[in-house]
């Protein structure tokens, strides 16, 4: 089921991290304060994700 175009859903989705990746999600998380790990994985793939769109952007 798609969630595309409903505005405030969420879907679970349940990952294995590598101990190293949760070790800097976790100090990322610290540094900026986030209140959950879940909140500074999203903000971490959103900002990865704009840097992709911008760098996709620049060498067109």
Not at 5 to 18: I, R, S
Not at 37 to 51: H, M
């Amino acid at each position: 089921m798609s969630n595309v175009g409903k505005k405030n859903q969420n879907q679970m989705v349940n990952m294995n991290y590598p101990i190293e990746l949760l070790r800097r999600i976790e100090n990322y998380q610290q540094k900026e304060g986030i209140a959950t790990r879940t909140a500074a994985i999203l903000e971490l793939i959103r900002k990865g994700l704009e840097l992709s769109e911008q760098n996709k952007n620049a060498s067109s």
